[in-house]
């Protein structure tokens, strides 16, 4: 019925749907099943058309970069959204604003703040994601995160197809997370950094690069990392939990622990849903009985 409608719709306003698209090649873990229905939107006049006749009554979930998602092997009843290349635009304003748009990648905007010599996106090179991912669990690495760079963000809430702009004084935003509404889908944002030379920037970048080599796994099918560093809770790192806790040759199928890193969880080739599911919840509970610590993952499972 869904369906239907939606090909109704697509018919009457000349916008293209998908329909069983195929989620695996959408994400790093190389997993997952098909969507009922899939769009991709170009423009942001079809998104708000689209979202004001079906946004209060589907089941929607926007997609990024896919580098930290793991979807179920099954059929995804409800829309997958994955926001066009007319939504990775990024702009130098006035006074070195950046306007980068939500599709952007993290390494682009990265790189064209360090081709403007401005200073204070040079982490943003070792994150796999996009910006509207980033904003939505306020990425960081190597003691910086989104919050730290970020003025204002633009929104269009799924449900009515409005949209809005939020200056980061309205945002509480914590490790890995934030209070915005979930209901909203992120456009673009305002970031502001810091005039350097770009010489400096880029001796910056590239140690971070190095640094990251060195200790991550890369080229190989892995959602990043897998879970949170227990705040507050212990003064150990959570890849120190898992390796006190768990043997890491552990694996269900082709899921593993990465040698190289036991907080990244990878796929050998051709590891099912439910493997990652068992190696991720068998990881929870040896770290709980050892440690009494209860992990949470900062991957997203879509069950």
Not at 100 to 117: R, T
Request: glycine share 8%.
């Amino acid at each position: 019925m869904l369906e239907q409608k939606i090909k109704n719709f697509s018919k009457k306003n000349n916008i293209n749907f998908l329909y069983n698209y195929s989620l695996k090649k959408l994400n790093w873990f190389n997993i997952g099943g098909t969507a009922k229905v899939f769009f991709k939107p170009e423009k942001l006049e079809h998104l708000i058309l689209f979202l004001k006749e079906f946004g209060n009554s589907s089941s929607i979930f926007v997609l990024g970069a896919g580098s930290n998602i793991l979807f179920n092997d099954n059929i995804y009843d409800g829309i997958v959204i994955k926001l066009g290349k007319n939504f990775s635009n990024i702009t130098l304003m006035p006074n070195k604003v950046i306007i980068a748009g939500a599709a952007a990648s993290d390494k682009k905007l990265s790189q064209f703040a360090e081709n403007n010599s401005i200073s204070g996106f040079e982490f943003l090179s070792c994150i796999p994601g996009t910006v509207g991912g980033g904003l939505k669990i306020n990425s960081g690495c190597y003691g910086m995160e989104f919050k730290d760079i970020l003025l204002s963000v633009q929104v269009v809430d799924k449900k009515s197809g409005v949209i809005k702009t939020i200056p980061t004084s309205d945002i509480n935003f914590g490790y890995r997370q934030s209070d915005i509404n979930k209901d909203y889908i992120y456009l673009s944002a305002s970031f502001k950094g810091d005039i350097k030379e770009k010489s400096e920037i880029t001796k910056e970048i590239n140690f971070l690069k190095k640094k990251k080599e060195l200790s991550q796994p890369s080229k190989i099918k892995t959602g990043g990392s897998t879970f949170k560093n227990p705040l507050n809770k212990t003064s150990l790192k959570v890849w120190e939990l898992i390796k006190k806790s768990v043997p890491l040759d552990t694996s269900f199928g082709d899921a593993a622990i990465s040698e190289k890193h036991c907080n990244f969880l990878i796929n050998k080739g051709n590891a099912s849903f439910q493997d990652m599911v068992k190696l991720i919840r068998y990881i929870e509970n040896n770290v709980k009985l050892k440690t009494g610590i209860k992990l949470d993952t900062e991957i997203e499972i879509i069950e």
